[in-house]
């Protein structure tokens, strides 16, 4: 037996959809760039997490924040895109001129570590742009990212690791 939902339902979702979007677009959009490697692609995975979002609205326990759902989603979407056969074929290069906007222009120093960033193993570098760039606490993380907390804090403490020799090497922490 299927529920049929009256124009009242439909439009409480929508109007949350409408105000998620608004809240969490620029941010996803990053996250998703960032995981993509290219501004069409992550506003593709952005829209697909806004369908998924919408079309399991409903099922939204609030176990989580919003924020974290909704990362959890467009990391799998973002997952997904990265395993299809055809990425493979892409060019992948990237300058972090490239990213949507930013708050305010790289300075020379900022470009240097977010090349870092980019050339970290992807699952160091998803816990590093969820941690650092999203704000996200181990915690939110572990639950978008379906690992335990500890797992989370090793990640990260592996990438700040890795992040160090790089930078390091180019004379960052001179």
């Known amino acids: 037996m299927s529920f049929v939902m009256g124009p009242d339902d439909a439009l409480k979702r929508d109007q949350k959809l409408e105000a998620m979007v608004a809240q969490y677009q620029h941010s996803l959009l990053r996250m998703c760039y960032m995981q993509l490697r290219d501004r069409q692609l992550a506003e593709d995975a952005v829209q ?67 090349i870092a960033v980019m050339q970290l193993p992807f699952k160091l570098r998803e816990v590093i742009l969820l941690h650092y760039y999203q704000g996200m606490s181990t915690i939110e993380i572990a639950d978008s990212l379906g690992i335990s907390q500890s797992s989370v804090s090793g990640r990260l403490k592996r990438a700040r690791d890795k992040m160090r020799i790089t930078l390091e090497g180019r004379g960052f922490y001179e």
């Open 48 to 114: 697909e997490t806004f369908i998924k979002a919408y079309r399991n609205l409903s099922a939204f326990a609030g176990k989580s924040s919003e924020k974290t759902w909704l990362m959890k989603i467009a990391i799998n979407t973002c997952r997904d895109l990265n395993r299809s056969g055809w990425m493979r074929l892409m060019d992948r290069r990237y300058t972090p001129d490239m990213l949507p906007e930013a708050a305010a222009p790289f300075e020379e120093k900022e470009e240097e570590l977010v």
